[in-house]
Every structure is written in structure tokens, then in C-alpha cells.
């Protein structure tokens, strides 16, 4: 009975994972002949990512975003997620939770070219900028690693809001009062107390952020443009481009390799089904 349960489960897993993985895997070992893939075991695809300084670069260049990434939108969505669970009335948090969520109901290709218009030299920021005086030219924001993170950010942080608010809501108030007899203070009782029962949220949102960033193409290639490569358009730049499926495999395992580190090192606090 438990068996006939999973089939299905395990069966599109297999058919729509492991399966296509594994060709990727071994496509990766095989290498190109003019236009021909020449398929058998050869490391070369893995040996030219890690001694070619382009590729070594566009892997940086991802690990870096992502990184800062990740630890802005956390900063920024913990005390956004705190004044929803702790300052808004219960009565109006669906409220405040379906507005912070507002972005999500508009397309992902949208939002980038939105902040693209926004981060131009003609866009809302350099006028304001002008406008006070506090700059004289516009600043140069757009097809930029800072428009790129930018990007990432709005919509990222609204991934985290959500995640640990979750854990937030679940804290009974007891644990601040029972803290606060004991003579903590805000401080206290947020470091001690507060941070390590949420962690598990944090680190859930953390690794959803880390995950989607670091995989992401579009907002990259929009914000971004080609200043700097990010291993995303790196791939799509052998596939589209060059033509090369076994460069463009090798760099997809790369990048499954980075999450599934990722998940390693953050496995301890997952709590998935908390979330």
C-alpha cells in the first residue's frame, strides 16, 4: 500500500530528474568535433572550466551576487517579516502579507525591465538624484552587478518575508516574557532567544534565495547585460552561440554541484516543512 502511494511520486521524479540528469552527466564527458558531439569519457569540459579563467570568472562572478545576495534580502526581510507577525494587528497581517507579495503577481521579465527603466540614465533614480543637486551627471546604475543585485533583491526579499514570518508566527509570547523575567533585555532576549527558534525559517528562505539567484538567467542578463557573465549565461552563451552541449552540460553539473554544497552546509537548519 505505502509502495503504490510513491509510485507516482518516484516515478516522475525519475522520468523528469534522474533521467535527464544522468544524460546530462554523461553529455558532459563527451566533446565536439567541428559540429559533431563525439560521446565517450573525457574530463576536458571539467578541465577547461577550472583553467579558463572566462568560465572560472563567470562561476566568481555568480557565487559573489548570490552571496550578497542572499544576506541583504535576509537583513531587509527579517524586520519587514517581524513588524508584520509582531506590530500588525492579526486582523490585517493577510493584508500586509498579500501586499508584500504584490510584486509576485507581475511577470519576472516584467519587474527586470521595470528596474531597467527605473536605473537608467533617464530612469526615476538619476532625476531624483538630479533634481536635489546631490549628483551632477547620472550615475551609471543600469547593465551593472548593482542593478543585477538590485533586481534580485525586490524580488527575493518577498521570498524571505514570507518564510520567516512562518516561524515568527508560530513563537508563543511567552518565550519573550519568560526571558524578560529572567532580567534579558530586547537584545538579549532577541540573540538568545528569538533568532535561534526562527533560524530554521531563515535559513529555509536563505537557501530558496541561494538556489533561484544563483541558477537565474534572465534578471542577469536584462540588469546586468554583458559586463560581467554569470555561469547562467554562460550556459545559454555555449548553447545558443557555440553550439557546444557537452561545455554546456559540464557547466549545468558545475552548477548543480554549488546548490547541492549549498544544501549540504545548510541541511542542518532546513526545516522545510515548517515553512
Known amino acids: 500500500m505505502g509502495w503504490g502511494l510513491v509510485a507516482p511520486a518516484l516515478l516522475w521524479t525519475a522520468a523528469f530528474f534522474v533521467?535527464?540528469?544522468?544524460?546530462?552527466?554523461?553529455?558532459?564527458?563527451?566533446?565536439?568535433?567541428?559540429?559533431?558531439v563525439v560521446r565517450g569519457f573525457d574530463p576536458g569540459n571539467y578541465i577547461r572550466i577550472f583553467?579558463?579563467?572566462?568560465?572560472?570568472?563567470?562561476?566568481?562572478?555568480?557565487?559573489?551576487?548570490?552571496?550578497?545576495?542572499?544576506?541583504?534580502?535576509v537583513v531587509l526581510a527579517y524586520p519587514l517579516a517581524a513588524i508584520i507577525a509582531f506590530r500588525v494587528p492579526a486582523r490585517w497581517q493577510r493584508l500586509a502579507l498579500l501586499l508584500a507579495v504584490l510584486p509576485f503577481?507581475?511577470?519576472?521579465?516584467?519587474?527586470?525591465?521595470?528596474?531597467?527603466?527605473?536605473?537608467?540614465?533617464?530612469?526615476?533614480?538619476?532625476?531624483?538624484?538630479?533634481?536635489?543637486?546631490?549628483?551632477?551627471?547620472?550615475l551609471e546604475i543600469a547593465a551593472t552587478r548593482t542593478a543585477t543585485v538590485i533586481g534580485f533583491v525586490h524580488f527575493f526579499v518577498m521570498l524571505l518575508t514570507l518564510t520567516i514570518y512562518a516561524n515568527l508566527?508560530?513563537?508563543?509570547?511567552?518565550?519573550?516574557?519568560?526571558?524578560?523575567?529572567?532580567?534579558?533585555?530586547?537584545?538579549?532576549?532577541?540573540?538568545?532567544?528569538?533568532?535561534?527558534?526562527?533560524?530554521?525559517?531563515v535559513v529555509t528562505g536563505a537557501?530558496?534565495?541561494?538556489?533561484?539567484?544563483?541558477?537565474?538567467?534572465?534578471?542577469?542578463?536584462?540588469?546586468?547585460?554583458?559586463?560581467?557573465?554569470?555561469?547562467p549565461q554562460l550556459i545559454m552563451l555555449q548553447l545558443g552561440r557555440s553550439g557546444n552541449f557537452p561545455l554546456a552540460s559540464a557547466l549545468s553539473v558545475v552548477l548543480m554541484a554549488v546548490v547541492t554544497l549549498a544544501y549540504f552546509a545548510s541541511s542542518r537548519w532546513l526545516r522545510l516543512d515548517r515553512v
Open 19 to 36: 533521467l535527464p540528469f544522468a544524460a546530462m552527466v554523461a553529455l558532459s564527458f563527451a566533446h565536439m568535433e567541428g559540429r559533431e
Open 51 to 73: 583553467t579558463d579563467w572566462t568560465m572560472l570568472k563567470a562561476l566568481i562572478n555568480s557565487l559573489e551576487i548570490t552571496v550578497v545576495v542572499t544576506v541583504v534580502s
Open 105 to 138: 503577481w507581475t511577470s519576472y521579465v516584467v519587474r527586470s525591465y521595470a528596474w531597467l527603466l527605473v536605473l537608467g540614465q533617464n530612469g526615476v533614480v538619476n532625476k531624483a538624484l538630479l533634481s536635489l543637486g546631490l549628483i551632477t551627471e547620472p
Open 169 to 201: 508566527i508560530q513563537l508563543s509570547p511567552n518565550y519573550a516574557r519568560a526571558a524578560a523575567d529572567l532580567g534579558a533585555g530586547r537584545w538579549q532576549t532577541f540573540r538568545h532567544v528569538i533568532l535561534p527558534l526562527t533560524l530554521p525559517g
Open 207 to 231: 537557501f530558496l534565495t541561494f538556489v533561484l539567484c544563483i541558477g537565474d538567467y534572465i534578471t542577469p542578463q536584462i540588469l546586468g547585460g554583458n559586463a560581467e557573465l554569470t555561469l
